[in-house]
């Protein structure tokens, strides 16, 4: 199947995410459609776009001085029917997917891209009861999605191959660095290596072995900062020196597995949320969140410049 040329974007939900993605397809010169149905949901817009600019500015993604105006439209229908590839990024609730889907493929075109967001769910959800489910796909983004620039693309069995070859060529197309996840997985690829993260963490904190404080520390200001510059097998292949890496399975293998063995499994009860948040509670005492969002936002764009210059980085 041919898709259309991309010259509108349909933006479904615009919370934290859908805020996010209009902000960066304005700043690639899209004309955008949003739509959400919460109160007050058009001014958030607005003031989000006017406070991300100046990081779309200095990533060299905005051309202009100051963000256009999004087009805000009421309803559902009237956002599809304008858009030539649409994101959603509507609330992580199955109900609301399968009713937003549903609609949005009875009344998009049948060569319009229809790509969600979410951090869970997999295609084939979010096809069910579609009449024209190849186009239904995954463009998963990273938090802040302006800044960030991972999108995880991600098809089911009745995912048209070419709406995937589509979508990913679009989002490469504005710079973003896209993986293709060959088979869906609740959570896809990226949430489930931080949700093994959070598991150990979350246990050695409600063990008593560290506070979350200490937890922070020990990613942030160890591994954390590796991290940022390449994924954890390409350190490995460093890691291993000349060996690469199968001198370093060779001489670190039997000690991951020991921890491995060791490994907690957490079960997220109201006992065991209580501790984490009393806990994360604590180190955030002294701190000011809003100007904490602020520097996390300036330190990616010169982190992700940094790396963009780097000539020795994937």
Known sequence: ????????????????????WAAFFLAC????????????????LRDFIGKAWPALNQLG?????????????????????QADFIQESGPERADIKRDTYVEMDALAASDVILASSTS?????????????????????????????????????????????ERAESFYKSLGKVTIRVRRELTGHVSNRLQAALWREAYHLITTGVVSAAEVDAAIAHGPGLRWALMGPMLLGELGGGAGGMQHFLDHLGPLIERIWAESGQTELTDEVKKAL??????????????????????????????????????
Request: net charge negative; charged share 20%.
């Open 29 to 44: 010169g899209f004309r955008v459609v949003a739509t959400d149905p919460a109160p007050g949901a058009h001014e958030r």
């Open 120 to 164: 869970g769910f997999r295609p084939s959800q979010l096809q069910e009861g579609c009449l024209h489910p190849g186009r239904i796909l995954i463009g998963h983004p990273f938090n802040p999605p302006h800044i960030v620039p991972l999108v995880e693309i991600v098809g089911s069995a009745a995912t048209d191959p070419d709406a995937l």
């Open 61 to 81: 993604v905005a051309q202009a001085s100051a963000p256009p105006e999004p087009i805000f439209v009421d309803t559902l229908g009237d956002c599809v029917a």
């Open 277 to 314: 948040v009393d806990s994360t509670r604590d180190e955030m005492a002294t701190l000011d969140t809003a100007a904490m969002l602020q520097e996390r936002d300036r330190l990616l764009v010169d982190l992700i410049n940094a790396k963009t210059k780097a000539k020795n980085l994937p």
């Open 1 to 20: 199947m041919t898709y259309r040329e991309i010259k509108t974007i349909g933006v479904v939900g615009t919370g934290l995410i859908g805020a996010s």
